[in-house]
């Protein structure tokens, strides 16, 4: 047998969690409020329109509630909060049963979804459409490391998804523009000054009917880079997409 002798110095207090590894959170969003809404739980959800994002933070994940069958949402997607290098923040679908339909922002008269000046995000299995003539969906400005993986896009009038400065992924996504009759840009991606990304495995449709007479030519492209302004490295990848 042995004896263990602790010695405890005057003055001094002992902190046994002082390296304990912080707690990854996750969080949970939906049309309303629970009752407490300390957006803990599904029970506790919390509204997205009150959720606040500055609560977020690397490795964290938050789940949109979809319902049995899909939630729609008539409020932009907006998320002011930043992951770091190597735990970006995940904002997704629920995986609980009676949550992970698909949640639909399907917005009127703005962005169905904008982000800008927020790194390492990831935003997967949503769906997005606006509706305004002109207006585009998704706008994601000046970003590193950010992922938009499994979403699907609808625009009938404008643009699908427009980068500008990004670092980041565009894949496993599907992408509609088009769908009435429109003079104005109907282009699926629109990259501009965008040093390294990646767009593979996506579905682009573009099915826009106006009928041009020269010299005005029809703006319809299906991924449109800007000569010149990507930022001097030019797009790294693009492969495997479906027009």
Not at 114 to 123: H, K, M, P, T
Not at 170 to 195: K, Q
Not at 215 to 236: A, R, V
Request: charged residues 15%; contains cysteine.
């Amino acid at each position: 047998s042995y004896t263990v002798t602790v010695i405890w110095n005057v003055g001094y207090t002992a902190n046994f969690a002082s390296n304990t590894a912080p707690t990854d959170s996750v969080y949970y969003i939906g049309l309303t409020d629970s009752t407490s809404h300390t957006a803990k739980s599904w029970l506790t959800r919390q509204a997205y329109t009150s959720f606040d994002w500055t609560r977020v933070h690397g490795s964290d994940t938050v789940f949109v509630d979809g319902g049995s069958n899909g939630l729609t949402y008539t409020s932009q997607l907006y998320a002011p909060c930043s992951g770091t290098v190597g735990n970006k923040v995940v904002i997704t679908r629920g995986k609980d049963a009676g949550h992970n339909g698909v949640p639909f922002f399907d917005v009127t008269s703005s962005y169905a979804m904008y982000f800008s000046g927020r790194n390492y995000i990831e935003v997967s299995y949503l769906k997005f459409r606006a509706k305004t003539r002109n207006q585009d969906v998704v706008v994601l400005s000046n970003m590193v490391d950010v992922d938009f993986l499994h979403n699907t896009v609808i625009n009938p009038c404008s643009q699908a998804i427009v980068c500008d400065r990004i670092i980041g992924r565009f894949m496993y996504d599907s992408l509609y523009t088009g769908a009435v009759d429109t003079s104005g840009e109907t282009d699926g991606i629109d990259i501009n000054r965008c040093p390294q990304i990646e767009i593979a495995y996506n579905f682009i449709s573009n099915n826009n009917t106006h009928t041009y007479s020269y010299p005005t030519l029809p703006h319809i492209d299906l991924i449109q880079s800007y000569g010149g302004q990507s930022g001097g490295t030019g797009i790294n990848k693009i492969h495997h997409n479906f027009f």
